[in-house]
C-alpha cells in the first residue's frame, strides 16, 4: 500500500522556473524524504526531512513538511533539462521497523 | 554511482522458472531492503534485512524469497513465476536501516517472464 501520494502526477515546466511538487500521507512519521529516478535507473536519494523540522534547503531544492497537515512539498527553483526525471515521496513511518515507502511519482518534464 | 551493485541488469525467463537476484550493498552498509517497481503498482517494499536478519516485511508473495548473508550481500528469490512477477526489481542499502538514515538504492534488475 501507498503512504505517500505525490501530487500532482505530472508536470512539464519551461527551463528557468520553478517547479512544485506535493505529498501527503497518512500515518505519523520519523522523516519524509524525497528521491529522484531517471527512467529506468535507480532511485537517487535527494533529501531527509525530519520530523521535527519544517523547512530544509540542499542546493536549488527547498522542503517543507506540515506534520499537523501530513503534508510535504518539494520546490526546484531555477529548473534545467536535466532535472526532467521522475521525483518520489518515501516516507519512515513511526513505531515501525524503518522501511521506506513510496508513493507513485510525479513525472518531471522541464523544456528546454 | 551509489556503491550498491546489483546483477544480473537484465533477466528473460519462462513462466513457472525460479530466479534469483542478487545485491551487494555500500561497503559498511548493514542494512538491506528489495523492492518491486511495476507501472500498475509502484515502487513496492517487499523485505528488509538487517546484519543478516529479516527485519521488515512488506509485500512480497509466498513465492519470493530473501536472504542476506554473512558478508551481507542479499538475494531475493523468485519462484514459480508469472507474467505478472515482469517489473524491475531494486535493491537499496542504508547504514543502520534505524532512524532517520537515507537509502542508496542499485541500479535495479528488470526481470522480464514471458
Known amino acids: 500500500s501507498q503512504q505517500g501520494e505525490e501530487d500532482p502526477q505530472a508536470l512539464s515546466i519551461q527551463e528557468g522556473e520553478n517547479a512544485t511538487m506535493n505529498c501527503s500521507y497518512k500515518t505519523s512519521i520519523n522523516n519524509l524524504q524525497w528521491y529522484r529516478q531517471n527512467s529506468g535507473r535507480g532511485l537517487v536519494h535527494l533529501i531527509l526531512?525530519?520530523?521535527?523540522?519544517r523547512e530544509k534547503h540542499s542546493g536549488r531544492l527547498r522542503v517543507t513538511l506540515d506534520t499537523s497537515k501530513k503534508s510535504s512539498s518539494l520546490l526546484i527553483t531555477a529548473s534545467r533539462a536535466a532535472d526532467t526525471a521522475s521525483y518520489f515521496c518515501?516516507?519512515?513511518?513511526?513505531?515501525?521497523?524503518?522501511?521506506?515507502?513510496f508513493g507513485k511519482g510525479i513525472t518531471l518534464s522541464v523544456r528546454p | 554511482d551509489s556503491g550498491v551493485t546489483q546483477t544480473p541488469k537484465h533477466l528473460i525467463t519462462a513462466t513457472g522458472q525460479r530466479v534469483t537476484l542478487r545485491c551487494s550493498p555500500r561497503?559498511?552498509?548493514?542494512?538491506v531492503y528489495w523492492y518491486q517497481q511495476s507501472l500498475d503498482q509502484g515502487l513496492q517494499f517487499l523485505i528488509q534485512?538487517?546484519?543478516?536478519?529479516?527485519?521488515a516485511k512488506g509485500n512480497i508473495l509466498e513465492r519470493f524469497s530473501a536472504q542476506q548473508f554473512p558478508d551481507l550481500h542479499s538475494e531475493l528469490n523468485l519462484s514459480s513465476l508469472e507474467l505478472g512477477d515482469s517489473a524491475l526489481y531494486f535493491c537499496a542499502s542504508s547504514v543502520r536501516g534505524g532512524l532517520n538514515t537515507e537509502a542508496f538504492f542499485g541500479q535495479g534488475t528488470r526481470l522480464t517472464v514471458v
Open positions: 526531512i525530519r520530523s521535527n523540522e
Open positions: 518515501a516516507t519512515d513511518a513511526a513505531g515501525a521497523n524503518s522501511k521506506l515507502t
Open positions: 534485512y538487517y546484519n543478516g536478519e529479516e527485519r
Open positions: 561497503s559498511g552498509d548493514l542494512s
